[in-house]
C-alpha cells in the first residue's frame, strides 16, 4: 500500500522493463502491478485486456509502441516502473528512457539465445551506465533452458559479470519450485495467482549443486574486497545481510548482472523477482554519485556537476512528451535536483522562455492522479507546458544550466501525405506536428520541388501507426503514397583542382569569383565519427594569405551545403565528401558574396562529372528467427532480395539468418515472411550502412527521379 508522506530516496526505484519482442515483457509489468497491488485483477495480453499497452494500435498488433509509465509499493519500497518497446522500430522509445532512469529488468526467453534488440539496448545502458539484473523468462514453455540462456548472455554481453541468482528445480511435468542461492532456500507458490509463498526442503539430489552455485555468487560478489573474501574462504559463513551488501555494490557499480528466472505466465516466482528488483537495483542517491554535467547556456565553455539532491537548485529533464485528447499534452519529466511544485515558475533554457508549471500528474499508464510536487528523484509529469520539447532542461530562474541533449538517428524511410478534403489541411498540420513533438526521431517536411508533405522515419512500422493515429485521434483522411527509401549520393574519386573564374561584366558593378577546390570521398579516416552511420561533409580552407578575402570564405562553404543537398544524379543530399578550398582571387570592386557563391557551385558541378559521383542506398541488418522446417522457403524468399549473408545458426530450437539487405528490398516483407512460415518466423532490422546502388537499378532510379520532378513541374 501506498506509504503517508514522501518516500525517503533510499528506497526509491527507478527502473524499466525491456525484452526483445515476444519474452513476454508487459506480462511481466502486468505480474508486478498485480502482485504490489497496483492493479486488482490479473489482465492476459492475448484477451486484449491489458494495463500498460493501452493504445489501441498497441491492443491490435500485440506489441508496444510507446513507454508507459506507473508508480507501484513493495514493502517499504516505492517503484517508478516504464514499460518499453520491445520492437526495433521503436529503438527511440528505449534510449530516452535509458537516459532518465536507474536500473533495468532485463528480460531474456528461456527458450533462445539472447536476441538482437536486447543485445542493441544492452549496449545503450551501457552507453548510460545503467545498472541491471537479468531475468530468464517462459520458464514454461517447451524447449526452455535456464543455463543455456545465462551462457548466451555471457557470450553475447558480458562473460564476466554475469552470475545465475536462483536454480530451477523441475519435474517431468512442470516447473514447482525454485531454490534462492542468496538464502539457500527452496520456494513454491500456492493460491490461484501464486500469491502465498512457501518455504520448501531443497530437494536431496540438488544441495550439492545449489551449495556449488552459491559458493560461485558468493565469490563473485566478495572477490573485490579483501576482507569479505577472506572471511569467505576461511569458514564459508557469511550472513545473508553481507551477501546481499556486496551484491548490491556491485550491481549498482555495473561490476556484476544476477540472473534470476520465473515464469510470469503461469505466476509463479514474480515476487522473488520484485524483491530483487528493490534489494539490488540503485536508487538515486546510489547513482548521486556520478553527479550531472550542466552547461551554461551563455558559455558553453563553463559546465559544472549538480548534485541530484533536495537542497540544490531545481533541475529537471523533460524526456517524453505525449498528446493526450483531454488535458492537451502530457510531459514526463525527471527530476534531479531540488522540488518541482505546481502553481510556480521555471526556466526552460533551450527555448529561452520562462514556463509556468500548472499541474503536476503521477502517472499510471494512460490514467492520471493530481499531485502537488515532484521531489528529486523521481519521475512524474508536468501539463500544458507551451515551450517544452523533447529533451528540453527545466531549471530555476536564477540558476540556468541545460543538459546536452540526445542525438537522433536521421530517417531512412520517406512517404508523402496529402489531406482528402481542404477541410483536413490544417487539421493535418497540426497532428501532424503534435506527432512530431511526441517523437523527435518523426520528421514532417515540405518538399519545394514537388509542393508534398514528407514524413519520414527509421522504420516502416513507425510510420504506419503514425498514419492511423492521424485517422482515429486526430480524425484526419488523408491519402498515403507509397514508402520512398532515403537514396544518397557521394563521389568515389578524387577531383584535384577544380577551378572556375566566375566573370560578369555589365554597365555598372560587375560579378567576379575565382576559386579553386578539391573535392574527395570523406573517409573514415578523416572523421571522428568511426561507425559509417553519421553521413557528413566537411570543409577545409588551405587559404594563404588574402587571395581571397576572409568574409567571403564562408559564403563558398554556405553555398557548397546547399549544392549537396539536392545534387547531382537524381537530386538526392550529396555525403562523405570533403571539400579543400586551395587557391583563388577576387577584384576590389566586382568580389561579391553572390559572385563566390556562383562560383562555388560551378566548381562543385564540375567535379562531380570527373569525380564519379554514385548512388548510395541504406542496407539493413537482418535476424530472421525461424522453425526449421520453414527455413529452405524463407531462404528462397530472402534469395531474391540482393542479400549478402553473413552468418546461419541455430538457437534453441529456432534457425537463425542474418543477412544484410538493402531497405527497398524490405517493404512488404513482414507480410511475406507470415506467409511463408504460417505466421511462425519473425525478423528483426537494424540500420547498419549505405553501399553503393547496382548500376542497372541506379539508372532506373535515376530515370524514374526526373520523369517525377518533371511531372510534378508540369
Known sequence: M???????????RNIWIFAHIDAWKTTTSERILFYTWRIHKIWETHNWEWTMDWMAQEKERWITITSAATTAFWKDKQINLIDTPGHVDFTIEVERSLRVLDGWIAVFDASQWVEPQSETVWKQADKYWVSRIGFVNKMDKTGWDYFMTIESIKKKLAWNKVIAAQLPIWSEWDFMWIIDLVQLKAFTFEWEHGEKIVEIEIPADLKD?????????????????????????????????????????????????????WTALQNKWVQLVIDAACDFLPSP????????????????EEVRKIPMWD???????AFKIATDPFVWRITYVRVYSWVLRAWTYVYNPVSWEKERIWRLLQMHSNERIEIEEIRSGHIWAVIWLKDTRTWDTLCDL????????????????????EPKTKADQE??????????????????????????????????????????????????????????????????SIAKDSEVKYAKQSWGRGQFGHVVITFEPYTEADSDDKDGIKLTNKFVNKIVGWVIPKEYIPWVEKWLNESYARWFLAWYPMVDIKATLTFGSYHDVDSSELAFKIAASKAFKQACKKASATL?????????????????????????????????????????????????????????????SQWRATYAMEFHHYDDVPANLATKIREERWFKLEDDED
Open 285 to 300: 542517491v546510489d547513482v548521486n554519485g556520478w553527479m550531472v554535467d550542466a552547461m551554461n547556456p551563455d558559455n558553453k
Open 2 to 12: 501506498a506509504p503517508q508522506g514522501p518516500v525517503p530516496l533510499e528506497r526509491v
Open 209 to 261: 549443486k545449489a551449495k556449488s552455485m552459491r559458493a560461485e555468487l558468493i565469490e563473485k560478489a566478495a572477490e573485490q574486497d579483501e576482507k569479505l573474501m577472506e572471511k569467505f574462504f576461511e569458514n564459508w559463513e557469511l550472513t545473508i545481510d553481507e551477501i546481499k551488501s556486496w551484491i548490491r555494490a556491485w550491481v549498482v557499480s555495473n561490476n556484476l548482472y544476477p540472473i534470476y528466472c
Open 616 to 676: 548510395l542506398e541504406p542496407i539493413m541488418k537482418v535476424e530472421i528467427n525461424t522453425p526449421e522446417e520453414y527455413m529452405w522457403d524463407v531462404l528462397g524468399q530472402v534469395n531474391s532480395k540482393r542479400w549478402r549473408i553473413e552468418e546461419m545458426g541455430q538457437r534453441g530450437q529456432a534457425k537463425i539468418i542474418t543477412a544484410y539487405i538493402p531497405l527497398a528490398e524490405m517493404f512488404g516483407y513482414t507480410t511475406e515472411l507470415r506467409s511463408a
Open 427 to 492: 487539421k493535418m498540420w497540426i497532428a501532424l506536428g503534435k506527432l512530431a513533438e511526441e517523437d523527435p526521431s518523426f520528421r514532417v517536411s515540405s518538399n519545394p520541388e514537388t509542393n508534398q508533405t514528407i514524413i519520414s522515419w527509421m522504420w516502416e512500422l513507425h510510420l504506419d501507426i503514425i498514419v492511423d493515429r492521424m485517422k482515429r485521434e486526430f480524425k484526419v483522411e488523408c491519402n498515403v503514397w507509397a514508402p520512398q527509401v532515403a537514396y544518397r549520393e557521394t563521389i568515389k
Open 311 to 317: 537542497n540544490s537548485p531545481l533541475w529537471a529533464l
Open 398 to 417: 536564477n540558476d540556468k544550466f541545460l543538459v546536452e541533449s540526445m542525438e537522433f538517428p536521421e530517417p531512412v524511410i520517406h512517404i508523402s501525405v
